[in-house]
């Protein structure tokens, strides 16, 4: 009968034998023999027994000399068959020995699972392009990787765990890359700990370097943070922003930045200010005569002596070609204004030399004072501009204040919407379509839809005479839903390889009726999603962003394109790139005629084709009209070009001729 001895020996999991002092067997168990396949030995036995048969001759030698010559327990692991034992011999007193054995294969392959995976990790960690940290709440180093260490050129004592944070600061600082503003560098880790979430800011440091820190509170106070070195792409959004604002050839404010200075002034003082336009006399016989060099170089000499003029807190902007305007902060009386006009006239009347050549040219000035005739720069800039067209018809070379009489272009502008509204009626629009070309086949890929209104006595009405009026009075939106419409259907009788460009107005977003207008003229067309594109400005998204860009994801999800145009142009263009996937870019013109003339603005059209790259964005190069353009471009990298080098904008029957000379085999 087995006793409970027996039971509990028979029945365990571990193999086990009893060794006496002379190293005889005094018990062992079937589990023993199990695993390691030892045939059936005698009580009495001597350890050689179990010696010679362990698989690993090398392990039985060490056993064997161990239980002979030591006192102290041995732990081996032995490869029987395709099983890992663990043997453990222990001394039990009175020079008696227990040997234990288990099975610790299923324990090995988890081990070596883990080890696997803490070596991706580590492989993983110090891979990654971007440094990563873990500090405890105690801000004492976890972890940090390889890329962290070659950030900030920390050494191997300062990686180690345990390192206080304000060690590696201090090391920092003697390097000369520490923080710029110590006291705001922890700001970042309060707002992310306060939202619960990751918090990100782009960090100055000594060194110049803008390193953008991104931290993730963890639930035991610490943090983990990812350090990003966005040196170049700060500056080139600096760049770009400051492209923005600015004028390429004279350095001078634009429009864009004028008219925020002047709502900002007069909004914020309500004193009575001056908006001064100006316009060179005989600037174009400068450029006919003597070329656009000259005219550039003029242009900048012209900017330096109004700049001369200006009193401390006045502003000037170029508007572009020979546009200049002034603005007045903060006049006693319009004879201020006057005065200035009078000066700036004199300087501009007198000689110029240009390249070597004596140049002689006028200015003749309209001028607006606010808030008498206006109080926002939009309303200051056309009244000034009305009182510029009255000083031109004076006979130039002098000035003209605004008057109430010279607005009686308003009511031309009222009979100019009535027909505008009659004009969509009777269907006098027509589209033309302007070719998008490939960059390296210099294969047509798509046409750009531009409106054209065939008036039945003015003739071709330009669009910027009408479009903005479209957009002031709202008919933009029945407008834009029939150009997009029949540019939907115009293009569905083209091949399937070629796409068509619709611009939209950001009042047609407003309408909340865009989205279903899109299916609705891709559906009774018969045209794919893929082969529409749409295009946007930013102005789209400066109002109710939300919305639109809700619009946007769900007009994208259908398959159609969307593309920025006119990108630089604005203050937050590559804000918007984060916030939503755009599939192309459009590179304004402006950049594109300056690209021979400003490294700037070679360098700002480098750095957007490059962003487009790393984001899988095509970029289309806008306005190019010469082979010179042509070469630089390819030479950026843009994807695409559109401009009059490869085709005006052509009506419909035009494209089917376009499209049918390409075909192979066409005469």
Known sequence: MLTAFDVVLTNMRQGVALLSAELRILLFNDRLLQLLQLPRIAIGADAKTIAVQMPIRDQSTVWLTHLSAETKSLHQEIVVGETLVSMVTSPVGHGRWLIQCEDISALARVKKDISDQSSLFDTALDNMPHGLCMFDANKNLMLCNAAYSRLYTLPAELTRPGTPLQQILDHR?????????????????????????????????????????????????????????????????????????????????????????????????????????????????????????????????????????LREGDSIARLGGDEFVVFQADVESSDQASTLARRIIDVVDKAFIIDGKSVRIGVSIGIAMAPDDGDIADSLLQHADTALYKAKANGRGTFCFFETAMDANRQERRDLEVALQHALETKQFEIYYQPQVDTNSERVVGFE???????????????????????????????????????????????????????????????????????????????????????????????????????????????????????????????????????????????????????????????VVDLGASLGITTTAEGVETSDQLDRVREQGCSEIQGYLFGKPLPLTSVHELLQRRLPGAA
């Open 449 to 607: 839809a531009l409106l054209r209104w065939h008036h039945p006595e003015r003739g071709l009405v330009s669009p910027a005479d009408f479009i903005p009026l479209a957009e002031e009075s709202g008919l933009i939106v029945p407008i834009g839903e029939w150009v997009l419409r029949q540019a939907c259907k115009d293009a569905a009788s083209w091949s399937a390889d070629i796409s068509v460009a619709v611009n939209l107005s950001p009042l047609q977003f407003k309408s909340q009726t865009l989205a279903h207008t899109v299916i609705s003229a891709l559906s009774d067309a018969g045209l794919p999603a893929s082969r529409l594109e749409l295009e946007i400005t930013e102005s789209v998204l400066l109002t109710d962003n939300d919305t639109a860009l809700a619009t946007l994801h769900h007009i994208r999800s259908l398959g159609v394109r969307i593309a920025m145009d006119d990108f630089g142009t604005g203050y937050s263009s590559l804000s918007y790139l984060r916030l939503f996937p755009f599939d192309k870019i459009k590179i304004d013109q402006s950049f594109i005629r300056e690209l021979g003339n400003s490294k700037d603005c070679a360098a700002i059209v480098k750095a």
């Open 173 to 309: 600082l003697t390097q000369g890359n520490a923080p710029a503003n110590r006291e705001t560098y922890f700001d970042v880790v309060v707002e992310a700990a306060l939202k619960g979430s990751t918090a990100s800011q782009n960090i100055l440091l000594l060194d110049g370097r803008v390193i953008k820190i991104s931290h993730q509170p963890m639930d035991n106070g610490g943090y983990v943070a990812t350090h990003e070195d966005v040196t170049e792409a700060v500056r080139a959004e600096e760049q770009i922003k400051y492209m923005a604002g600015h004028d390429p050839l004279t350095g001078l404010p634009n429009r864009t930045l004028l008219r925020e200075k002047i709502d900002k002034e007069v909004a914020a003082s309500g004193k009575t200010t001056a908006l001064l336009c100006l316009d060179l006399d005989r600037f174009k016989e400068v450029n006919d005569t003597l070329g656009h060099a000259v005219g550039d170089l003029l242009l900048k000499a012209v900017a330096d002596r109004l700049t001369a003029c």
